[in-house]
C-alpha cells in the first residue's frame, strides 16, 4: 500500500487519515483562523516568502498570535513537503485560534494550532487553459471590508461557498462576487482580470477582494511584456464587453474566462493578452529567483 501522506500538526506528523483536531477548536466552533493555499513546482515552493508574510498579515488583522517565527514556519513548511517527497503539491497552511470552551470569546483559547498539509489539487479540467470556463455573477455579494473581508485570507469562507453552490447550480464552472455597491469584485477564490483595448483592469481591494499573490505576479510580467495594468471599478457591462477577462489565483493559476451570465467573452477562447500571459506564468514559476528550494 502507498504510504499515506504525512500532516504537520503542532510540531507532530500524522498520517493523513488520523490528522485530526478537538472539535472544540474555535476555528470549527467560529471560522476563528487563517489559512493560506501555495504551490510547489519542481521543487520549488512558488512565492513562499510572500504567503508566509500575508498569513502572519491575516493573523495579525485578527489578534491571533503564531506560535512559531516565520522562520520556523517556513522550516516547517519545507520540511513537510521533504517528509512527503512532493516535488510539485499544494501547501495549506491553517493556524486556527485554538481549543476553548463553547463561548466565542478568544481569551479561553490560549494555544493556536498551526496545521500543515501538503497534498495535490485540481480546480479545473485540463482544457480550461485552452477553451476557458463558464462563470456566473452571484446574488451572494462579497462580505464588506468592514466585517469579514476577504482581505483577511480568514477561515470565513461562507460567502464563498454559497456563491460556488449558486455556480453550480446553474451549471456554471465558476462563481463571480460583486461588491455592496455592484462593482466586479472578484472570484471564489481567485482575483479577476479584464483586458479592454489592450489595457488590463483589475479590481480594488476596496471591492473586498483579497490581495492576490498571483495577481501580483500577473502585474509584473504584464508590465515586462509591455501592457498597463489599472486598478479600477469594473461594471458587470464592462465585463461582459470585455475583449478578454481571465481569473487568477495559486490554485486556479491563470484561467480563461469564456462566459459571464451566457455573454461570451471576447472570442470566447483565451485571448491573445491572456495567452502570453500564461506562457510568461509558465516560465514564472519554473524561475529559482521565484521561490523556495525544498
Ligand atoms: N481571492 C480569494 C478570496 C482567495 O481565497 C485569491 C483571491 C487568489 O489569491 P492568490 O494569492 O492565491 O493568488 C484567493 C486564494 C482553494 C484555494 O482551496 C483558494 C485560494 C488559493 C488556493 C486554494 O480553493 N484562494
Known amino acids: 500500500m502507498e504510504k499515506e501522506l504525512q500532516v504537520y500538526i503542532d510540531g507532530v506528523y500524522y ?20 489559512f493560506e493555499g ?5 521543487g520549488m515552493v512558488f512565492k513562499l516568502k510572500e504567503h508566509i508574510d500575508r498569513l502572519y498579515r491575516s493573523a495579525h488583522a485578527i489578534t491571533l498570535p503564531i506560535p512559531l517565527t516565520k522562520e520556523a514556519m517556513t ?3 519545507l520540511e513537510t513537503l521533504r517528509k512527503n517527497k512532493l ?5 495549506r497552511l491553517v493556524v486556527t485560534r485554538g481549543v476553548g470552551d463553547l463561548g466565542l470569546d478568544p481569551r479561553k483559547c490560549p494555544k493556536p494550532s498551526v496545521i500543515i498539509i501538503t497534498d495535490t489539487i485540481v480546480l479545473h479540467d485540463s482544457n480550461a487553459k485552452e477553451t476557458g470556463i463558464t462563470t456566473l455573477i452571484s446574488w451572494v455579494r462579497r462580505n464588506p471590508v468592514d466585517t469579514t473581508t ?8 461562507l460567502n464563498s461557498v454559497l456563491a460556488k453552490i449558486e455556480a453550480n447550480a446553474n451549471g456554471a464552472d465558476e462563481a463571480i462576487c460583486l461588491d455592496k455597491n455592484g462593482f466586479i ?25 483579497l490581495a492576490g499573490i498571483t495577481a501580483q505576479v500577473v502585474i509584473k510580467l504584464a508590465a515586462e511584456l509591455g501592457y498597463t495594468v489599472e486598478e479600477a471599478n469594473i461594471t458587470p457591462f464592462q465585463l461582459f464587453t470585455a475583449d478578454e477577462a ?5 490554485a486556479a493559476e491563470i484561467v480563461p474566462i469564456r462566459e459571464v451570465n451566457k455573454r461570451q467573452i471576447g472570442n470566447g477562447r483565451a485571448g491573445p493578452v491572456t495567452k502570453k500571459l500564461m506562457a510568461a506564468f509558465k516560465k514564472a514559476i519554473e524561475d529559482p529567483s521565484q521561490g523556495t528550494r525544498i
Open 87 to 91: 516535488k510539485d503539491a499544494y501547501i
Open 246 to 250: 481571465f481569473l487568477t489565483g495559486t
Open 15 to 34: 498520517p493523513k487519515s488520523q490528522a485530526k483536531l478537538s472539535v472544540y477548536d474555535h476555528g470549527l466552533l467560529y471560522g476563528d483562523g487563517v
Open 75 to 77: 522550516e516547517a513548511v
Open 150 to 157: 476577504h482581505e483577511i485570507k480568514s477561515l470565513n469562507y
Open 38 to 42: 501555495i504551490r510547489a513546482y519542481n
Open 185 to 209: 469584485s472578484e472570484g471564489v477564490g481567485e482575483n479577476l482580470f479584464i483586458v479592454k483595448d489592450g489595457k488590463l483592469f483589475t479590481p480594488p481591494s476596496s471591492t473586498g477582494a
